[in-house]
């Protein structure tokens, strides 16, 4: 070979040995399928003061208060709120929108307007890292939004005047809830026995599994459910009511040796409401709460709800699933979503802060319309219907 060239099959070879010298430098990724790294508790805690706890007192009975939604006064494209986000994106078209971008600690009161729109258009809404939206912070958005509700039996924080706040908490020594319950009643929407049952409620997570560790939460849209039954379901429901029981919850805090701080109720509600902001109807059931449609034998009675929750739980297209990450919130509106926890994250802890305001008394408005009813006339957009027959355009 001529001097000062080289030789090409020498040169190939050197390049491949340093290639695959390369990969030995860098570190291995460590993965054990099913198993995320398990995390120490750290003391002290930065949340010790907002750990559980069951206060030994007790308040009189709620009593109908004034409610002024402020998702009438948002604007209809939510510009207000979405002018200051860096993406915002739907988890699917029947619920849930996640929103970057925005901090809720520092939200402007025509922001806060779009805010509870959006909820009550979309559901649930969620924010990523939310580190300045403390406890107080979370408390003075509720406020904002109506009087905040206190809870008869669950747990507060440790921390006293904090009695509107709701903990969950899972950690050392908790017990398993998949002990407890089905997985169809973990379905619920929160205190709907309650004359105001809660509107918009915002879930924070202060301590929780790490990514992939479990803990995550669902939502399905009852709006949506709503729109799964058949039109004859749809008009024999709408005449209906349901009756709303505290009773077992109160019961298995005793068990528990707890206080019950409010005397339990038993309310009825329609089962369709209709909702003041959005004008749609939704279904208005709670797996976890119901138990009996009035004015109806109990066999049919019993059938129905068993129904409505095989559509709620088990209807994909409704249900938005959100793994959650430390200092992320979820606001969703309770009147019209229901939503389960999920389990088997051990040996992890899970700890989160809920705050929520009570809404209006629960109505049914014939004059309002489906969510797929609505948007089909807004947009153009064929629905199909229930029968399997083809397509139903709202617009012929």
């Not at 004008?279 to 049919?300: D, M, R, S």
Request: hydrophobic share 30%; charged share 25%; with cysteine.
């Amino acid at each position: 070979m001529a001097p000062g060239l080289v030789d090409p099959v020498q040169y190939n070879d050197n390049k491949l040995t340093e290639f695959k010298a390369s990969f030995k430098t860098k570190p291995s990724i460590k993965y054990t399928p099913g198993r995320s790294p398990t995390e120490s508790y750290e003391e002290p805690y930065e949340y010790d003061y907002l750990r559980p706890s069951f206060p030994d007192v007790h308040w009189p009975a709620l009593t109908e208060v004034p409610y002024d939604d402020k998702g009438l006064e948002g604007d209809s494209e939510f510009k207000n709120l979405l002018s200051a986000a860096t993406d915002v994106f739907d988890y699917n078209p029947k619920i849930g929108t996640e929103v970057h971008g925005i901090d809720l600690a520092n939200i402007t009161d025509a922001q806060k307007n779009d805010l509870a729109r959006l909820i009550a258009t979309r559901g649930v809404v969620f924010f990523r890292n939310q580190k300045n939206f403390d406890i107080e912070a979370q408390r003075e958005l509720g406020k904002y939004f109506g009087k905040l509700h206190k809870h008869a039996t669950t747990c507060v924080p440790k921390h006293p005047g904090l009695e509107d706040v709701h903990v969950i908490y899972t950690g050392e020594n908790s017990t398993d809830m998949r002990a407890m319950f089905t997985p169809t009643f973990l379905w619920h929407s929160d205190v709907t026995y309650e004359i105001q049952p809660p509107s918009y409620t915002s879930l924070k997570v202060l301590t929780g599994p790490p990514r992939g560790g479990g803990g995550d939460t669902l939502w399905s849209s009852q709006y949506a459910a709503y729109d799964a039954l058949s039109p004859y379901m749809q008009k024999y429901l709408e005449s209906l009511t349901a009756l709303h029981s505290a009773q077992m919850q109160a019961d298995g805090s005793k068990a528990l040796g707890r206080a019950v701080r409010r005397v339990p109720v038993i309310t009825e509600h329609p089962l369709v409401r209709t909702h003041p902001v959005t004008g749609w109807k939704a279904l208005f059931f709670n797996p976890g709460f119901v138990t009996k449609i009035v004015g109806i034998p109990k066999t049919e009675s019993d059938t129905i709800i068993n129904y409505l929750c095989e559509v709620i739980t088990t209807t994909q297209e409704l249900h938005a699933r959100f793994q959650w990450n430390k200092d992320d919130v979820a606001f969703w509106d309770n009147r019209v979503c229901n939503h389960s926890a999920t389990y088997g994250f051990a040996p992890h802890r899970r700890h989160a802060v809920r705050v929520c305001c009570h809404a209006e008394r629960p109505v049914f408005d014939p004059a309002g319309k489906s969510q797929e009813e609505d948007l089909s006339e807004r947009y153009g957009t064929p629905k199909v219907s229930k029968d399997g027959s083809g397509i139903v355009n709202y617009n012929d």
